[in-house]
């Protein structure tokens, strides 16, 4: 027979004490200020409980590549310049590469050296010669591919949960996915199309001095000009485009950006008051000192907001966001522009909105049918073993509060599959009971005394439940690691039950029995 039912019986007791400390943040709606000191995790609710926005996003890495290539060829362009290696023409090609046009090949060692000493990322071939030069193509080897993919995906990541934030929503759930997808779910959300805007904004913020000699003439764009514009829609709804010609070269980015704020002029008008690191502040002074007169335009995503005259060089490192700005579409932008860009943009390839009326009937339904599952169970257990039914439902009853204070303990989310696999658990857990109860009865009816019996039938039973509790317990591992969403969800609650389970229905229950038999001395027990 089991020995140390009073230390057995403590630790069970710290058990319980422990579970009931973390489901009091859940049930509680103001703690105590001494509180801090203990944890404060509440049972999170997924979407389909508490209502709110579920997303699927991809990055456009083809986009940001493009970019990249875009950008790794101005940077080779200015270290050839520097080198004085002589070429004709850079320009990007449609293998995710760079082709450059030597001008003789005596000038291919020099550029071999600087590839491998700047470019180690990209592959070297020498090409065709033409009237122009020798071709030399560079491509990025696949290795960099994926580590730069991975590096955008990580990076929008954690973007758009700055942007989330700060946008204000509660217990946000966000997590990358393969194939270079972002799963968002936002629970209760009120506002999701406000969301949206905020997320997939790309925030990509270039100031751009206008090319005042040929804005007169859009229909002949220059080499190394663009041509953009700035969008306005009227009390009316109706939308004007006015195009701007502008220097294809970006004077200066949003990534110097420091600090953003809304506020408004003297005849309130909401304007983003940029604040501007060390670096960008020198560039930003030096812009403006040797523009004066000039206009420099303000683009962000490719629209432009603003083209206001350099008065006088801007020192301090502060500029502005002029528009038509409402209180909240001001604030949207601060959001985007303070949480910085996205290094590319985003597709949205999934969207759902669950409302919080379908979540509390979700809520109210599935506590339903665990109260009546649960009943159900209960007058079983008591009708038929009578105390010793008392005594599985006082595990059972255990058991839920462990499965409760597992999901708080572990940040999970509860989900109506979650739910589902907490009745799931309950089951299971009677299933234990009956198996050790049932033998217990065998070993009875063969002449044995209660004692032995119960040594005998705990002995005998645990080993079945160990096999059927490790079994599920693989299958639920299984599906957290290769499930998404609702399956996680059931996975989670069920490998909490699982290990609450094995608890209570055999080493609670037999400390019960154990002080019963031993202690007090019981010859007999209804079983």
Same mark, same amino acid.
Request: no cysteine; aromatic share 8%.
């Given at each position: 027979?089991?020995?140390?039912?009073?230390?057995?019986?403590?630790?069970?007791?710290?058990?319980?004490?422990?579970?009931?400390?973390?489901?009091?943040?859940?049930?509680?709606?103001?703690?105590?200020?001494?509180?801090?000191?203990?944890?404060?995790?509440?049972?999170?609710?997924?979407?389909?409980?508490?209502?709110?926005? $579920?997303?699927?996003?991809?990055?456009?890495?083809?986009?940001?590549?493009?970019?990249?290539?875009?950008?790794?060829?101005?940077?080779? =362009?200015?270290?050839?310049?520097?080198? =004085?290696?002589? $070429?004709?023409?850079?320009?990007?090609?449609?293998?995710?590469?760079?082709?450059?046009?030597?001008?003789?090949?005596?000038?291919?060692?020099?550029?071999?050296?600087?590839?491998?000493?700047?470019?180690?990322?990209?592959?070297?071939?020498?090409?065709?010669?033409?009237?122009?030069?020798?071709?030399? $193509?560079? =491509?990025?080897?696949?290795?960099?591919?994926?580590?730069?993919?991975?590096?955008?995906?990580?990076?929008?990541?954690?973007?758009?949960?700055?942007?989330?934030?700060?946008?204000?929503?509660?217990?946000?759930?966000?997590?990358?996915?393969?194939?270079?997808?972002?799963?968002?779910?936002?629970?209760?959300?009120? /506002?999701?199309?406000?969301?949206?805007?905020?997320?997939?904004?790309?925030?990509?913020?270039?100031?751009?001095?206008?090319?005042?000699?040929?804005?007169?003439?859009?229909?002949?764009?220059?080499?190394?000009?663009?041509?953009?514009?700035?969008?306005?829609?009227?009390?009316?709804?109706?939308?004007?485009?006015?195009?701007?010609?502008?220097?294809?070269?970006?004077?200066?980015?949003?990534?110097?950006?420091?600090?953003?704020?809304?506020?408004?002029?003297?005849?309130?008008?909401?304007?983003?008051?940029?604040?501007?690191?060390?670096?960008?502040?020198?560039?930003?002074?030096?812009?403006?000192?040797?523009?004066?007169?000039?206009?420099?335009?303000?683009?962000?995503?490719?629209?432009?907001?603003?083209?206001?005259?350099?008065? /006088?060089?801007?020192?301090?490192?502060?500029?502005?966001?002029?528009?038509?700005?409402?209180?909240?579409?001001?604030?949207?932008?601060?959001?985007?522009?303070?949480?910085?860009?996205?290094?590319?943009?985003? =597709?949205?390839?999934?969207?759902?909105?669950?409302?919080?009326?379908?979540?509390?009937?979700?809520?109210?339904?599935?506590?339903?049918?665990?109260?009546?599952?649960?009943?159900?169970?209960?007058?079983?257990?008591?009708?038929?073993?009578?105390?010793?039914?008392?005594?599985?439902?006082?595990?059972?009853?255990?058991?839920?509060?462990?499965?409760?204070?597992?999901?708080?303990?572990?940040?999970?989310?509860?989900?109506?599959?979650?739910?589902?696999?907490?009745?799931?658990?309950?089951?299971?857990?009677?299933?234990?009971?009956?198996?050790?109860?049932?033998?217990?009865?065998?070993?009875?009816?063969?002449?044995?005394?209660?004692?032995?019996?119960?040594?005998?039938?705990?002995?005998?039973?645990?080993?079945?439940?160990?096999?059927?509790?490790?079994?599920?317990?693989?299958?639920?591992?299984?599906?957290?690691?290769?499930?998404?969403?609702?399956?996680?969800?059931?996975?989670?609650?069920?490998?909490?039950?699982?290990?609450?389970?094995?608890?209570?229905?055999?080493?609670?229950?037999?400390?019960?029995?154990?002080?019963?038999?031993?202690?007090?001395?019981?010859?007999?027990?209804?079983?």
């Amino acid at each position: 027979m089991s020995k140390n039912i009073g230390l057995r019986s403590a630790i069970f007791a710290v058990l319980i004490i422990v579970a009931l400390v973390y489901l009091v943040p859940t049930f509680s709606k103001e703690l105590p200020a001494w509180w801090k000191f203990l944890p404060a995790e509440k049972i999170k609710l997924g979407l389909d409980l508490q209502g709110g926005m $579920h997303l699927v996003l991809e990055v456009d890495v083809d986009k940001a590549l493009e970019a990249e290539l875009e950008r790794i060829a101005e940077d080779i =362009k200015e270290d050839m310049r520097n080198e =004085k290696i002589r $070429h004709t023409d850079i320009s990007r090609n449609s293998a995710n590469g760079i082709d450059i046009t030597l001008l003789s090949e005596q000038e291919f060692a020099s550029f071999e050296a600087l590839k491998n000493a700047m470019y180690p990322d990209y592959d070297m071939v020498k090409g065709e010669k033409t009237e122009e030069g020798l071709v030399v $193509h560079m =491509k990025m080897t696949e290795a960099a591919i994926q580590d730069m993919q991975d590096s955008w995906t990580e990076q929008a990541l954690e973007t758009i949960r700055n942007r989330i934030d700060q946008f204000g929503v509660n217990e946000p759930d966000i997590s990358t996915q393969q194939d270079n997808r972002i799963l968002i779910q936002l629970p209760g959300i009120k /506002d999701p199309d406000r969301a949206i805007n905020l997320i997939g904004q790309t925030a990509q913020l270039e100031f751009k001095l206008v090319d005042e000699e040929n804005s007169g003439d859009m229909e002949n764009v220059p080499a190394g000009d663009e041509i953009l514009y700035h969008t306005a829609t009227d009390s009316k709804g109706r939308t004007a485009k006015t195009p701007y010609m502008l220097k294809k070269q970006t004077a200066l980015t949003g990534s110097h950006i420091t600090n953003a704020q809304v506020k408004q002029d003297e005849y309130g008008a909401y304007y983003i008051n940029l604040t501007l690191d060390k670096k960008g502040a020198r560039i930003f002074e030096s812009l403006t000192g040797a523009n004066v007169g000039k206009r420099l335009a303000i683009v962000l995503d490719n629209n432009v907001y603003s083209a206001p005259v350099i008065q /006088d060089k801007i020192s301090g490192g502060d500029a502005a966001i002029t528009g038509t700005f409402t209180l909240d579409e001001a604030n949207d932008l601060r959001i985007v522009l303070k949480a910085g860009a996205l290094p590319a943009p985003i =597709k949205i390839l999934e969207q759902r909105t669950v409302g919080p009326s379908l979540g509390q009937d979700s809520i109210s339904q599935g506590i339903n049918a665990m109260i009546l599952g649960g009943a159900l169970v209960i007058l079983f257990m008591i009708i038929y073993y009578g105390l010793s039914g008392f005594i599985a439902v006082f595990a059972l009853v255990l058991n839920t509060l462990i499965i409760m204070a597992g999901l708080a303990f572990f940040g999970a989310t509860l989900t109506l599959p979650g739910l589902a696999g907490m009745v799931l658990s309950i089951g299971m857990a009677v299933d234990a009971n009956v198996l050790i109860y049932e033998r217990i009865r065998e070993e009875m009816r063969a002449g044995k005394t209660l004692r032995t019996a119960v040594e005998a039938g705990y002995d005998k039973a645990t080993i079945t439940i160990f096999d059927s509790n490790l079994t599920t317990l693989i299958t639920a591992l299984i599906l957290f690691q290769f499930g998404t969403g609702p399956v996680k969800g059931f996975a989670v609650t069920l490998t909490i039950g699982i290990i609450a389970n094995f608890i209570t229905a055999v080493y609670v229950t037999r400390v019960i029995f154990d002080y019963l038999v031993v202690e007090l001395n019981w010859k007999k027990i209804s079983i």
